[in-house]
């Protein structure tokens, strides 16, 4: 089992920017490719990004394209997602997740708790 933790959300006005964390624990991250999703109240979970296990591949949304960033630090066995220029709709629980490559969570074998970004404007 692989344990992951996000850290790093909080309370941002909009056009800033945050750096969102997931350190993972009981396995190395790098065997697997680090995904970032996102839910705000009462809509599904979103795919964000996704960056391979050697950090060489990464894919964005469309949306979040020129605004966000995925990458990884093998030595520090963590995921980041590096969030410039937010908007009030970018508030959301933020998830990251470890497994497969893939756009949709059925990919991912292990999940953090989340952490919240909320966009004020």
């Known amino acids: 089992q692989v344990q992951l933790v996000e850290s790093g959300g909080g309370l941002v006005q909009a056009g800033g920017s945050l750096r969102l964390s997931c350190a993972a624990s009981?396995?190395?991250?790098?065997?697997?490719?680090g995904g970032w999703f996102r839910q705000a109240p009462g809509k599904e979970r979103e795919f964000v990004g996704v960056?391979?296990?050697?950090?060489?591949?990464?894919y964005l949304t469309d949306s979040m394209k020129g605004r966000f960033t995925i990458s990884r630090d093998d030595a520090k066995n963590t995921v980041y997602l590096q969030m410039n220029s937010l908007t009030p709709e970018d508030t959301a629980v933020y998830y990251c997740?470890?497994?497969?490559?893939?756009?949709?969570?059925?990919?991912?074998?292990?999940w953090g708790q989340g952490t919240q970004v909320t966009v004020s404007s």
């Open positions: 960056v391979s296990g050697s950090g060489r591949n990464s």
């Open positions: 009981g396995g190395t991250f790098s065997k697997y490719a």
């Open positions: 997740a470890a497994g497969g490559w893939g756009l949709t969570a059925a990919h991912y074998d292990y």
